[in-house]
């Protein structure tokens, strides 16, 4: 079950594996990793309220 509200959010850094070890250290847990390339492009966790949050170092398309 999820909590009622928004179960996705997402930010884009300049440093996703540094931002990503920060949040896990405050409680953050893993979810899953992109590899782009050879490197380390989108990583997600989940919030400690469940909350899926995603890290990428690319924008993400506007459909625009």
Excluded: N
Aim: charged residues 25%; contains cysteine.
């Amino acid at each position: 079950d999820r909590p009622e509200g928004f179960a996705h959010i997402g930010f884009q850094t300049d440093d996703v594996k540094a931002t990503h070890d920060a949040a896990l250290a405050a409680g953050g847990k893993p979810r899953q990793q992109q590899e782009l390339e050879g490197r380390i492009s989108d990583l997600e966790m989940y919030d400690p309220c469940g909350v899926i949050v995603e890290l990428s170092q690319k924008p993400w398309p506007t459909g625009a």
